[in-house]
């Protein structure tokens, strides 16, 4: 089945530094790749959507000077989190999809957990 | 824009009896739906989705879910509640089939 992984899954940093976040498909090119934010016993909100070899679509709202997406090959999608404060600190989640028949497939990593102290 | 409504924030069962989430969605198109589990500290596993092809919607885990356009409802249900069931529900919607519109999700506790 079609794997994604994100690296790491937990990860503490003091305030004022950056982190970057990895998501990669591990047995499939991903047409596209989505990350989400996930705040503690809530939902999934959408940050930002990355195309390979294209600059990411941010969503209204989230600042795209401060999460950084890059999208480096069909496999591979990063998240830094630039001079991170202790409100970022929440539940990354990446996404990738793929073609499946007439419509698309989209699949999850495990998540980052990030705590900025 | 889309959006979907999960109504009840926290569902508690016993073990062996029906599961039943509730999903109400709103969008201009016909849209596509899903359900994800989510198990604490993991990313999101598909249950099911619908697509337009059949109103009754069989998916992973024994669970099944019921396209009412009459309703905008897209109810997930289980007949028979198992410990392992225990996790994170959350309905979505999409236009595109790929970019999601969450719900706020559906904690489900299974008592022994």
């Known amino acids: 089945g079609a794997v994604v992984s994100q690296h790491p899954s937990w990860v503490i940093c003091k305030s004022g530094t950056s982190v970057k976040i990895e998501c990669r498909s591990l047995?499939?090119?991903?047409?596209?790749m989505f990350w989400y934010r996930q705040f503690p016993k809530q939902s999934l909100m959408l940050m930002a959507t990355s195309n390979e070899g294209s600059k990411a679509t941010y969503e209204q709202g989230v600042e795209k000077d401060k999460f950084l997406i890059n999208h480096a090959s069909l496999t591979l999608s990063t998240l830094t989190v630039t001079s991170a404060h202790p409100e970022d600190s929440s539940f990354y989640i990446c996404s990738a999809t793929r073609l499946a028949g007439v419509g698309y497939e989209q699949y999850f990593g495990p998540g980052t957990r990030l705590t900025v102290t | 824009a889309q959006s979907v409504t999960q109504l009840g924030s926290h569902v508690s069962v016993s073990e062996g009896a029906l599961v039943l989430l509730r999903c109400n969605y709103s969008?201009?198109?016909?849209?596509?739906l899903f359900w994800y589990v989510q198990y604490p500290n993991q990313g999101l596993q598909l249950l099911l989705k619908y697509t337009s092809a059949a109103t009754l919607v069989k998916g992973i885990n024994g669970f099944e879910a019921e396209f009412k356009k009459s309703e905008t409802s897209f109810h997930l249900t289980k007949p028979s509640a198992h410990m392992s069931d225990a996790a994170e529900y959350f309905c979505a919607v999409s236009l595109n089939d790929y970019k999601l519109s969450f719900g706020a999700g559906t904690t489900v506790t299974v008592r022994a």
């Open positions: 969008s201009s198109v016909p849209p596509y």
């Open positions: 047995d499939f090119q991903a047409t596209t």
